[in-house]
T-cell receptor, first 115, second 111 residues
Framework: NAGVMQNPRHLVRRRGQEARLRCSPM?????VYWYRQLPEEGLKFMVY????????ESGMPKERFSAEFPKEGPSILRIQQVVRGDSAAYFC?????????????FGDGTRLSIL | QKEVEQDPGPLSVPEGAIVSLNCTYS??????FMWYRQYSRKGPELLMY????GNKEDGRFTAQVDKSSKYISLFIRDSQPSDSATYLC???????????FGEGTQLTVNP
């Protein structure tokens, strides 16, 4: 399967714990994007990364959220000290080398539930 | 005001019907327009991708863009029960990286 791979598919955390969501882009893709889908809402952009660089994090909450895309391995979205409002589906997308208009392809998401 | 407006539906049609899904937008910097299909518990799947105003056809799907009216549409001909899903419009500025989505329209095609 050469698609965008996200894991885990489902994650349950208690308030105050940390959540780590992982994303492996499509083969040949070096650009990764994270989006959040809250219940009854559309997808909202969070962050755009290339290998070892955060390019645009204007959609990320200022506190508790961070993202990385290391030279080796998957991209990680990290949420510290989770709260009930963090419950959502988190989707990762990837695209090829940045030419104008390269489409983004999505994974099946990680559904985060906060108890 | 939201940058992208999409009628959330739900929309229910009989099998074989022509379906029209629509989005309006306010940001004139949007130049790339996409339609995604999302099945329950799955990620968005890219259906159509357009740049210029006009029509683009792919099988039973036709995407239409009218930049002067800031209006895009997706038409599905001969709709099938397997088309039952949520359809999301998405847009991107030329220089930007982020996609801005509509809230999605839930479609049910009844056999």
């Amino acid at each position: 399967n050469a698609g965008v791979m996200q894991n885990p598919r489902h994650l349950v955390r208690r308030r105050g714990q940390e959540a780590r969501l992982r994303c492996s882009p499509m083969k040949g893709h070096s650009h990764v994007y994270w989006y959040r889908q809250l219940p009854e809402e559309g997808l909202k952009f969070m962050v755009y990364l290339q290998k070892e660089n955060i390019i645009d994090e204007s959609g990320m909450p200022k506190e508790r959220f961070s993202a990385e895309f290391p030279k080796e391995g998957p991209s990680i979205l990290r949420i510290q000290q989770v709260v009930r409002g963090d419950s959502a589906a988190y989707f990762c997308a990837s695209s090829a080398v940045l030419l104008e208009g390269q489409p983004q392809h999505f994974g099946d998401g990680t559904r985060l539930s906060i108890l | 005001q939201k940058e992208v407006e999409q009628d959330p539906g739900p929309l229910s049609v009989p099998e074989g019907a022509i379906v029209s899904l629509n989005c309006t937008y306010s940001n004139s910097a949007f130049q790339y327009f996409m339609w995604y299909r999302q099945y329950s518990r799955k990620g968005p799947e890219l259906l159509m991708y357009t740049y210029s105003s006009g029509n683009k056809e792919d099988g039973r799907f036709t995407a239409q863009v009218d930049k002067s009216s800031k209006y895009i549409s997706l038409f599905i001909r001969d709709s099938q029960p397997s088309d039952s899903a949520t359809y999301l419009c998405a847009m991107k500025e030329t220089s930007g990286s982020r996609l801005t989505f509509g809230e999605g329209t839930q479609l049910t095609v009844n056999p």
